[in-house]
């Protein structure tokens, strides 16, 4: 029977090419979305900066 | 007597060059500590019985034949399991790592303090691979607050940290990326500093991140934390001839905060009289950057070993190192490019101030089984939020140090004062009076073996 493979499993796979079972899934998932938080931070201070600078640029 | 608890490194090492007491009596208390309180503070994971006895004896032949061996003769101290020990193999914490080939050399943090006349005790315990604020080792044991034993010792130095509150012995080493000397410091109450970078060698330190790691000393006073970091560095701190312009931190460095952290704060600010706060408004990103940045290089360095053994690792160190695996690269390149703003906008503010002062940690130490606490009024992962005010100065590459406010009888929180690199004289001077004032302390825990 094949089993279900849910999308992040797929992806690590084969980006990674690293065994492991099921079971770390979920934790790996869990620090995935504790990065993308922190990218969503990154990337909201660097949208305001840029919204600055390009308004110090208006004539 | 109980000498590593009673007396500082400095005045035990003085002791021993008078002959009051033998390098050997010292490193024999020492041992018979180590017997009795390690199976309740787990701080040591190895210890080096017969080779500390032998270099004691060597410094008490040295001491007899009328040379001095050095500013620390005598003194006991443990390193981090994380720089190399020469003939024994480096695990990092991790039980992956137990059977690689021995180390040829001691780590050069260590062969300094050795030339010093220190004596090496053992390894003390850590999060695997220095991921972690916790010291929550599922091979090694989670090491325990000397101060409460139901309670976190920080991390992840915190083996180092609560070997030197314990009074196990005066100094040891730890290392610092994202502020595993800082929090482990502040939550058993003693003293660090994490150098500004490249001050203290890293050569035969395992690496974690590499444009982050530093190292660094623990101990219970400052006289003894500056000799220690002056050893370490190499070289005297040149003195700074004037007042410090001091300020603390706002912003993200109060947010989140506890009355303890907060009055911490008020405490050493009331008695310095000064009263500007500044906001560092790139605070929260620069955190960011630095948990992006670790988590991208962190899971490069092992990403070859959890292709061969990635169920050797601890879980939760295994999934945040496979998560860093998969982060987008122009994520970690914007992370890279933020951090040279930062160190810029830092720099501009160490132009104006001397002294940046914030807690070390928002609380004080939590619950080993403590899972939550709350942030921005949501409950969030205890243990990865203890961070949340050294990570932003990790980034900022600046000497930062970790003193203990003088609170007798009550769980232990430390204050960060982070200066520009060339100025860690001043702040020392300060500190010192600070101590001196009763301020700052740090204080002995309670004997856990006691009634």
Known sequence: MQSK????QFDVAKLLDIDFPDECLPGIEANLQLLQYHARILDAYIARLNTAALATRVP | MDVTKSYSAVTLAERIRRREFTAQSVVESVLQNIDRYNSHYVCFTRVFSEQALADAKEIDRRIQSGSDPGVFAGVPFGAKDLFDIAGYPTTAGSRIRSNVYPAKQDAEAVARLKRAGAILIGTLNMDEFAYGFATVN?????????????????????????????????????????????????????????????????????PFVEILDTVGPFARNVADLVNAYEILAGSKLRRVDQAPRITRLGGWFVRNASSDALQAVDTVMNHLGATTTVELIEAEAARSASFLITAAQGGALHFDSLKKQAMGYDPAVRDRLLAGNLLPVGTYLKALAFRKSFRKRVNELLQRYDVLI??????????????????????????????????????????????????????PIGLQFATAPGREKMVFEMLAKLEYDGVLKS?????????
């Not at chain 2, 939550?372 to 005010?389: E, F, Q, S, V």
């Not at chain 2, 204080?443 to 009634?451: F, Q, S």
């Open chain 1, 5 to 8: 493979k849910s999308p992040i």
């Open chain 2, 138 to 206: 599922p091979h090694f044991g989670t090491t325990k607050n000397p101060h409460d034993l139901k309670r976190l010792a920080g991390g992840s130095s915190g083996g180092s940290a609560a070997a030197v509150a314990s009074g196990l012995v005066p100094i040891s080493l730890g290392s610092d990326t994202n502020g595993s000397l800082r929090v482990p410091a502040s939550l058993c109450g003693v003293w660090s500093i994490r150098p500004a970078d490249s001050a203290i060698p890293m050569d035969g330190v395992f």
């Open chain 2, 358 to 411: 914030a807690a070390a940690t928002p609380v004080v130490a939590p619950e080993i089984d403590q899972a939550t606490m709350m942030i921005d009024g949501r409950p969030a992962p205890a243990r990865a939020n203890l961070g949340l005010y050294t990570q932003p100065l990790s980034l900022a590459g600046i000497p930062v140090v970790s003193a203990p406010l003088n609170r007798p009888n009550e769980l």
């Open chain 2, 443 to 451: 204080n002995p825990p309670p004997d856990c073996l006691a009634g």
